[in-house]
């Protein structure tokens, strides 16, 4: 995958078994954001995210994956309830995650309106050595977006909770 070229289509059930396409958001922006019910990054920027959500309007979508193998679909949607998530999409299989080449959770995919990545990686600048964020990448990102422009960061190292891909 790369910066500035059509993001991979894809197709994943919610939890509660609908099903959902990238390609069904075209004319929104769309985060893809790998997601886990037990990992306290995930937790973290669930919080931030959800804040940011109101000042975007209706005008972004966001499409939470949950990739873990260790993860069962019940904690998944307890978490998921609990955080007032909008939607959360199963990747059991982690086709998804591999395709996306997702390492974290959380680890963010910036979608254009017309379905081009324009960023990825992590959603702030939160790492071992900072503990709080002080910039907030994925802010940024759709902002610029939102605003017709490209963001000024395209892609930056995710950080969080290794994706559990075997069980």
Known sequence: M???QPAPDFELPD???GL????????KIVIVNFWSCECPHSERVDRA????FAQWRGEVAMLSIAANRSENVEALKQAADARRLPRVLHDAQCFVADLYEAQTTPHVFVIDRDGIL??????DDVTFRNR?????????AVESLLE??????????????TIVREV
């Open 15 to 17: 939890l509660e078994g």
């Open 118 to 123: 324009r960023y990825r990686g992590a959603v």
């Open 20 to 27: 959902h396409r990238l390609s069904d958001y075209r004319g």
């Open 49 to 52: 995210i959800t804040a940011m």
């Open 148 to 161: 017709g422009r490209l963001p000024p960061l395209t892609e930056s190292p995710a950080y969080g909770c």
């Open 2 to 4: 790369e910066i500035n």
């Open 132 to 140: 709080n964020p002080s910039r907030f990448f994925l802010n940024e």
